[in-house]
Structures are given as C-alpha cells and as structure tokens.
C-alpha cells in the first residue's frame, strides 16, 4: 500500500470539476490508497468530508501565499502511514490502476523516485464513475488524441520517504521544482524512473485564472525566479530525459544514455546559470517546451 498526498486549490468553477475529477479517480485505485489533502482553500475539507480523506490544513506559505513545497512533503512524510508516497497535482486523473506497478517497483528498490510524462485532454464536466467503463472511455479518446507532453511536463512523483531531506522552500506550482527533484534523486546515486509506458496520467487542461498575477506570473515571475535559485541554479534541474531505468511490460530495465551527450547538456545547464536574463530563459522555457 501507499500514500497519496495533494494540495488542491480552491474549489471554484473549473477548478470544482477538474479537481474532483482527478481526487475521485484516486480513490478508484484498488486497493484504496491513503490520501491526504492538504491546505484549507475553499471545498478541501468538504472534498475530504465526502470522499473519507484524511485533512490537513496548515501549511506553510510564503509571502504569495503559495504553499511551500518543502513544508507539505515534510508533514506528509510524518503523517503517511506508509513507506511508499505519491505527491500528485490535484488535476491529474488515472484511469488505470497503479498499484500493481507501485509494488513491483516497491520491492525492487528500498529508495527510489519514479515519474512520468503527463498526457493532456480537455475535460469540462464531471466524470460518471458510475458507468463501470468510464477509464475504457477516456483512456481511449487520450490515446486517439494523442497530446503526450514533453518529459518536463510531470505531474507526479512516487517516491520512498527516505529520499529527500532538507528540501528547499520551492514555491509549489511555479517551476523548476519537479526538476529539482530528479537532480537531487540522480546526485544521490538512487534510481530514477520512467514510468512514461506503463502510467496513463491525465492532466485536464485549464486556464491559471487561480492566479491573480496571470499566467507569466507562474512561469516566469519572481516566485519562478526564487525557485531556480533556491535549487542552485539550472544546473541543478534535470527532465525525465535523465532516467536511469525505464518500466516497460511490468519490468524495470536500466536506460542506457550517452555521456558525450550528457556531459554537454550539463555544460550547458553550468552556462545558462550565469546568464543575467532569468525570466527571459524561463519564458522562452515555457513557450518551447523544454525539457
């Protein structure tokens, strides 16, 4: 069994649907998982409430009031009953069951970060879990359509609660963070893996009107900024490109990578970090689609 663990925003127009969308399908998983909601934004504990999931409202935030990703991991590692944890953006849905590549995964490898790539579809209505092929019906229209971001889009993260300490005080949903995380898992020597293959993770496509600020606010306004910085810089951020094993067909198979190519990215990487012009990169980052 594992922990899942999730900071919704407010449940407000579309942010209503998509998020119980994506909650709804979590607790689908069978065996039901452990979830935990944290923050106390408008319709979380009334979500919680509903669907018999653990709440936990405070957490820390920083001037913006946007939750610190180092204060939700740390309270969710004390409070998960479980080795195993699942940190996921509250609009991702799963309409395939996980579990069975968690406990493989699981039993292979004490300490481990695995990921992948997210898939996109527009979904504006509640879903009907109670059409017993509601999953069949979606992971079909995902497929024929066809929109799988690029391997710096991902939207969650499996991971043992021995990996990461002493996490920077990253500003959750601005940038940089996620790629943070796969550094730090490959600068630990401790397996980082693509679930791309096996995992169908669905984000529903949205505006950010959440944001006051507008869109560039969260990829390349100064929350952004601070990120990239409290990680160390560029250099300390990589994509799911830098995987060390693939899951593929139930089996987890080591990835090979060339190093000339490796060595001249992390260059690269060591380069941009002395650039003066940070939110330029960023922007440029965002409308790319880099990895």
């Given amino acids: 069994m594992f922990t899942i663990f999730s900071v919704p925003k407010a449940f407000r127009k579309e942010f209503s649907t998509v998020q119980f969308n ?3 399908s979590w607790t689908l998983f069978k065996p039901k998982p452990e979830i935990i909601l944290f923050g106390n934004d408008i319709g979380v504990a009334e979500v919680c409430k509903k669907l018999h999931l653990t709440h936990f409202p405070q957490i820390k935030t920083n001037q913006y009031q946007t939750p610190l ?18 940190f996921i953006n509250a609009d991702i849905i799963f ?12 039993k292979n490898f004490k300490i481990f970060l695995a990921a992948g790539q997210r898939y996109e579809l527009n979904i504006d209505k509640k879903i009907d879990f109670s059409d017993i092929n509601w999953n069949k019906i979606i992971i079909n229209r995902t ?6 971001k690029g391997p710096g889009w991902i939207d969650y993260f499996i991971f043992t609660k021995g990996l990461f300490k002493n996490i920077p005080a990253f500003a959750l949903g601005r940038t940089f963070w ?12 401790y397996p980082l893996i693509d679930l791309t293959n096996e995992v169908i993770a669905i984000h529903q496509s949205h505006s950010y009107s959440y944001n006051k600020k507008s869109d560039g606010w969260v990829w390349e306004g100064p929350e952004a900024q601070e990120n990239i910085r409290l990680a160390g810089g560029w250099s300390h951020g990589y994509s799911l490109k830098a995987a060390t094993y693939l899951y593929k067909n139930g089996q987890t198979i080591p990835k090979k990578h060339n190093l000339l190519m ?11 970090d002395k ?13 790319m689609n880099w990895g």
């Avoid at 309409?95 to 699981?106: A, G, Q």
């Avoid at 497929?143 to 799988?148: G, H, K, R, W, Y």
């Fill in 22 to 24: 994506a909650i709804k």
């Fill in 69 to 86: 990703l180092s204060d939700v991991f740390e309270k969710a590692k004390k409070i998960a009953k479980n080795r195993v944890l699942m």
């Fill in 143 to 148: 497929l024929s359509e066809n929109q799988l």
């Fill in 95 to 106: 309409p395939n069951n996980i579990i069975e590549t968690i406990s493989k995964i699981s």
């Fill in 262 to 272: 490796q060595q001249l990215a992390n260059l690269f990487r060591l380069c941009l």
């Fill in 275 to 287: 650039l003066p012009f940070q939110s330029l990169l960023l922007k440029l980052r965002y409308l």
């Fill in 178 to 189: 996620n790629k943070w995380l796969f550094w730090k898992t490959i600068s630990l020597k």
